[in-house]
C-alpha cells in the first residue's frame, strides 16, 4: 500500500500547518474559484501559493488577482519543448513552496519531468467519467455516443491523457434535449463540489494506492 506523503507544510511558528497549492488553469477559472470558496469557509485547509495560466488572457487570472493571489503566465509557446515547458512549471510551483498541484481547467498535457517532481500530488478534475471520454470537449463526446449518464472525475495525474487513478466522481443524467451548455453546466457544478473535496481528502492523508487504485479512508 502506498500512502499519500503528508503535504502538510508548515507556514510559521504558531501557526496551524497549511499546504501550499498550486493551481494551473487555462481559462475561466470557475474551478480555481470553487477551490478559493472553499478555503475561504473552511472546507479545503489550504493557501493557493500560485496560479499559473498557459494563455495571457484567461479570465481565471482576474478571479486570483481580486484574491490576492500571486498570478504568473508562462505561455507553452516560449518553451522549446514540453520537457522545457515542465522544468519552467516545476521550478515555479517548487520556489513558492507548492507541494500539492491542482489542475483546474488547464489544457496541456504534462510528461514525467513533472508528474515525477510532485508525485501522487498533482490532481486534475475532467468533465466526464474517466475513462469515458478524455481530451477536450469530453460533453460533447458524451452527447454524440448517446449516454444516458455522464459527470465529472478528479484524478491523480500520470503523464497520459486525463488519466491516473480515480478519487472521486459524480454522476449527472444526459437528458435526450441536453446541449453541450446545459450539459456542461449539470457537470460543472459537481466538478466544483467534488475537487474541493478530493484537494481536502488529500491535504488530509485519507487517500492511499492499492494495486494502482485509490482508496479514501
Ligand atoms: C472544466 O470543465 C474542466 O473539467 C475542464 O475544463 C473546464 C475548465 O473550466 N478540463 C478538462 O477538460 C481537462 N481535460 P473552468 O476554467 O471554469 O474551471
Given at each position: 500500500m502506498t500512502s499519500v506523503p503528508n503535504l502538510l507544510k508548515p507556514v510559521e511558528k504558531g501557526s496551524d500547518p497549511v499546504c501550499f497549492l498550486g493551481v494551473l488553469i487555462s481559462g475561466r477559472g470557475s474551478n480555481l474559484q470553487a477551490l478559493l470558496?472553499?478555503?475561504v469557509d473552511g472546507r479545503v485547509r489550504a493557501r493557493v501559493a500560485v496560479v499559473i495560466s498557459n494563455r495571457a488572457d484567461a479570465p481565471g487570472l482576474q478571479r486570483a488577482a481580486k484574491a490576492g493571489i500571486e498570478t504568473l503566465v508562462l505561455p507553452h509557446r516560449d518553451a522549446p519543448s514540453r520537457a522545457a515547458y515542465d522544468e519552467m512549471l516545476v521550478s515555479a510551483l517548487q520556489s513558492r513552496g507548492v507541494t500539492l498541484v491542482c489542475l483546474a481547467g488547464f489544457m496541456r498535457l504534462l510528461g514525467p519531468r513533472f508528474c515525477d517532481a510532485f508525485p501522487q500530488a498533482i490532481l486534475n478534475v475532467h468533465p466526464s467519467l474517466l475513462p469515458a471520454f478524455p481530451g477536450v470537449d469530453a460533453q460533447r463526446q458524451a452527447l454524440e455516443a448517446g449516454v444516458r449518464v455522464s459527470g465529472a472525475t478528479v484524478h491523480f495525474v500520470t503523464p497520459a491523457l486525463?488519466?491516473?487513478?480515480?478519487?472521486?466522481q459524480a454522476a449527472v443524467p444526459?437528458?435526450?434535449?441536453?446541449?453541450?451548455?446545459s450539459l456542461s453546466t449539470r457537470i460543472l457544478s459537481e466538478e466544483h463540489r467534488i475537487l474541493p473535496q478530493a484537494v481536502q481528502w488529500v491535504i488530509e492523508g485519507r487517500c492511499h494506492l492499492e494495486n494502482g487504485r485509490v482508496v479514501v479512508r
Open positions: 470558496d472553499a478555503i486525463d488519466a491516473g487513478p480515480v478519487i472521486v444526459v437528458h435526450h434535449d441536453d446541449t453541450v451548455a
